[in-house]
């Protein structure tokens, strides 16, 4: 199962804090994508990224932000803005944007 | 509005009985669309996608135009098929849009 990782497995964020997702690729593509997933509601997009050095908003891109500075990893900052962040966090890549995505283990983040 | 309609959130069925997921999608462009699957401790991947019209570990799905479906069937199910299945639906770009998901269960 290489490929895509993510971590950790589980994250807890304190009110007003930011934390970050790590998600990391070694497939060699060019796209790479963050969703969200809540109960009942499938797969939200929040970013995705094209190549390095560009990324762009999604469909609930509010209070999260992320980056592309090398190829291999594209990291998910949750803020404080965010009001409603406990959910299950998924990490997709793909060789571009036309080719199957491939999906990480994903990050469960938790409010305390 | 682009959206995917998975009508049931749970469906339970006997081994050796045929299975239909269901999917609606709303799109006005040419479509896109695949099928995901999530076993229990797994990864989510991909199942098939209707370019490629391939039948995998049993299942097809077919794209109809006219009412706007890509339903998965299986002319008998087995307990492995037990899992979680998203349908999605690429808009263009990079984009692709998944349905709320049907946890599917096949008994004994």
């Known amino acids: 199962d290489g490929g895509i990782t993510q971590s950790p497995k589980y994250l807890f964020r304190k009110e007003g804090q930011n934390v970050t997702l790590s998600c990391e690729q070694n497939l060699n593509h060019d796209a790479m994508y963050w969703y969200r997933q809540d109960p009942g509601q499938g797969l939200r997009l929040i970013y995705y990224s094209q190549i390095v050095n560009d990324f762009q908003k999604g469909d609930i891109a509010e209070g999260y932000s992320v980056s592309r500075e090398k190829k291999e990893s594209f990291p998910l900052t949750v803020t404080s803005a965010q009001k409603n962040p406990t959910a299950f966090y998924l990490c997709?890549?793909?060789?571009?944007?036309?080719?199957?995505?491939?999906f990480g283990p994903g990050t469960r983040l938790l409010v305390l | 509005a682009q959206r995917v309609t998975q009508p049931e959130k749970l469906l339970s069925v006997f081994k050796g009985a045929p299975v239909e997921l269901k999917c609606n999608y709303s799109y006005s462009g040419s479509p896109e669309l695949f099928w995901y699957v999530q076993y229990s401790r797994q990864r989510l991947q991909l199942l098939l996608r209707?370019?490629s019209r391939e039948s995998i570990k049993g299942f097809t799905a077919d794209l109809n135009k006219g009412e706007t479906s890509f339903h998965l069937k299986k002319p008998f199910a087995q307990e492995e098929d037990s899992a979680m299945y998203y349908c999605a639906l690429r808009t263009g770009g990079f984009k692709t849009i998944f349905g709320a998901g049907t946890r599917l269960f096949v008994k004994a």
């Open positions: 997709a890549s793909s060789k571009t944007g036309q080719e199957t995505q491939y």
């Open positions: 209707h370019i």
